[in-house]
């Protein structure tokens, strides 16, 4: 299935029963989960279906309260995201349809989460929802998973995957070398813990699974 056939079943989804699809997309730091993301969007927009992104990255805690728990350093990590919060959401937008749900997202100039920034409306009947942790084990991400209706893997060769990370830290900021080292001693560690859960036999996987999604910048 490419993304298109994704769209296209989604849309057939929401034509053929009321409520509101939620669905995930899930891959380790740098693998293209925000390119295939927003393309989905995109793509079920052009199709009719009203559909709006709420990344898990705005709960990511702010820099105050990593601080306070002595997490700076590993931001990023699983540990360093309001994962009940998250879940919370999740469950209002499935729930809560007659109203504007307001979702939090990440600010990748400042490296901070924007409470409010996106607003779930009601006519929205796809919520696309990217991040990491998804298919994690640990409490409470596997209600994270049943919350989501669907869940795409997205894939990328390792050292692509790695070098775009390291490009993305310097754009916002990094010297090379500290965003290399930030890239191999914190976003490698999680990127690995998101693979083996990603592909572990003996709990629900992904659905659909796209590899290579760079490809998906051309379309």
């Known amino acids: 299935m490419d993304l298109d056939q994704l769209a296209d079943d989604l849309a057939a989804r929401v034509a053929a029963a009321p409520g509101r699809l939620l669905v995930g997309v899930v891959g380790a730091p740098g693998s293209g989960k925000t390119t295939v993301a927003k393309k989905l969007v995109d793509r079920l927009g052009r199709r009719q279906v009203s559909a709006v992104r709420a990344p898990m990255d705005g709960f990511h805690l702010a820099d105050v309260a990593l601080q306070e728990r002595g997490l700076l350093e590993r931001k990023g990590a699983i540990e360093t995201f309001d994962a009940h919060g998250y879940l919370a959401l999740l469950r209002r937008i499935r729930d809560e349809r007659d109203h504007d749900v ?65 490009e993305r830290h310097v754009k916002f900021g990094k010297e090379r070398a500290a965003a290399q080292a930030w890239v191999d001693d914190v976003d490698e560690p999680n990127a690995q813990r998101v693979l083996a859960r990603s592909h572990d036999k003996q709990r629900p996987e992904a659905e659909i699974a796209f590899r290579e999604p760079c490809r998906f910048d051309a379309w």
Request: glycine share 4%; no cysteine; hydrophobic share 45%.
């Open 102 to 166: 307001l979702a939090p997202a990440f600010e990748r100039e400042l490296e901070q989460p924007l409470a409010g920034a996106i607003t779930v409306a009601p006519e929205h009947r796809v919520v696309v929802t990217e991040g990491n942790y998804l298919l994690d084990d640990v409490a409470p991400w596997p209600d994270v998973r049943s919350a989501l209706d669907l869940v795409v893997l997205v894939e990328l060769d390792d050292d692509r995957r790695r070098s775009r990370l390291v």
